[in-house]
């Protein structure tokens, strides 16, 4: 067994403890009525992971509707906890255990069932054998699907969904390249979950921002989010901020991020280089982040491989332009090239560097299309995102 598969097992053990410690505390947290409005969600994991934060604000946007929720977890981790605030959750280890849990819901009258990512399509044969209606969200590109071994899982998607919403046309596309698709594919992209509660103009975020992370003041920030690996284009972010010579640009990281990578840079650059840089790790502060996302001048999507992320859509709510690799996914429906911000050749750091050093520069064109991207992002409304979903059972119902 190697070092990173002994790692995961202690962390897996470790998060399993955590998880019986508080077991009685969900139990207790949980508010139950006699509401008729309930549903099941399963998560494929229980990490910090886009997925499973989009969940979360799922399940929140639920409690809110007064929903009874259930959520089903595979794994353990620190979304149990924060999912339990509004949900009752419960972990299963195994097929035999899933069926078992949800034959139980089905006799307390639960009916339908949100599937996050293709990783869930090996339970959606379980759901249907059930009665259940499924609504599937697939977030993943075949290229994802492919190292993972999801092919199997997502054909059991397709076939056993009542319908699969996409974030967008492109990972639509994407998916029926690989996978014949019997189920109603939906397209519609996950809405903006940093509500405009914190909203605070650019100039007072920067204060605060260049206070809290001792950044020079007039710097001009650009931000990057997201967990610091390979398919996040970490190392091309790196390869940025080394490549900057422009000393009054400061570059921050939110999000956590592989040492390994980091390590390797800062042998490839010299070790001043990374002054202007700034990690501040993975951020749950609502508030915090909103300002973060507001004192950025331009949001840096260096991502080898996203479908279409959330990130995205919290920088055009801050009206902050977003520069992004062509052919990396369907942000593209978004970004549009000299209109919301800059696409770039893939992986081209040159480039990118260039269209950042281009906006950092002009004031005037960074507002400009900072304004086009904040017209686009009222249509992506949070609230409406989930009645959509909702509205998906609504339409499995009529189906019989």
Not at 151 to 177: C, G, Q, R, T
Not at 306 to 319: E, G, H, I, W
Request: hydrophobic share 40%; with cysteine.
């Amino acid at each position: 067994m190697n070092m990173l598969k002994i790692k995961k097992n202690i962390a897996r053990i470790l998060n399993k403890k955590l998880y019986f410690k508080y077991k009685d505390t969900i139990r207790k947290k949980t508010k139950y009525g006699n509401n008729s409005k309930k549903i099941i969600l399963i998560s494929h994991e229980s990490s910090d992971s886009g997925a499973v934060i989009l969940l979360l604000e799922i399940i929140k946007e639920l409690y809110m509707k007064k929903y009874n929720v259930k959520v089903l977890s595979r794994d353990y981790g620190p979304f149990i906890e924060k999912a339990s605030e509004f949900a009752f959750v419960e972990v299963f280890a195994n097929k035999r255990r899933f069926e078992k849990i949800i034959k139980k819901a089905y006799k307390c009258n639960y009916r339908n069932v949100l599937c996050n990512t293709t990783v869930n399509g090996d339970l959606t044969p379980i759901l249907k054998k059930n009665s259940f209606n499924i609504v599937s969200l697939v977030h993943e590109l075949p290229a994802t699907i492919k190292k993972l071994g999801l092919e199997k899982n997502a054909s059991l998607l397709a076939e056993h969904s009542d319908f699969v919403i996409f974030p967008s046309k492109y990972v639509m596309n994407n998916f029926l390249s690989i996978c014949s698709i019997k189920s109603k594919c939906l397209i519609k992209p996950q809405g903006v979950n940093l509500t405009d509660k914190f909203t605070i103009n650019r100039n007072e975020a920067k204060e605060k921002i260049y206070q809290f992370y001792s950044i020079p003041k007039s710097s001009k920030i650009v931000l990057g989010v997201g967990v610091g690996d390979k398919r996040k284009g970490y190392d091309l972010f790196l390869d940025i901020v080394g490549n900057c010579t422009n000393e009054k640009v400061k570059f921050v990281w939110v999000g956590n991020y592989r040492k390994e990578i980091y390590e390797k840079k800062l042998r490839d650059y010299c070790v001043s280089k990374f002054d202007n840089l700034h990690q501040v790790g993975f951020i749950s502060d609502v508030e915090l982040l909103s300002i973060i996302y507001a004192a950025a001048d331009v949001f840096a999507l260096t991502s080898r491989e996203d479908p279409f992320p959330s990130v995205v859509l919290q920088a055009f709510n801050a009206k902050t332009p977003v520069v992004g690799f062509k052919d990396a996914g369907g942000f593209e429906d978004i970004v549009k090239d000299e209109h919301t911000g800059f696409l770039v050749d893939y992986e081209s750091s040159d480039e990118m560097l260039r269209a950042i050093t281009l906006l950092v520069n002009e004031k005037s064109k960074r507002e400009e299309m900072g304004n086009k991207a904040k017209e686009i992002i009222n249509n992506y409304g949070f609230r409406e995102y989930v009645d959509y979903l909702l509205a998906a059972f609504q339409k499995c119902d009529e189906r019989g």
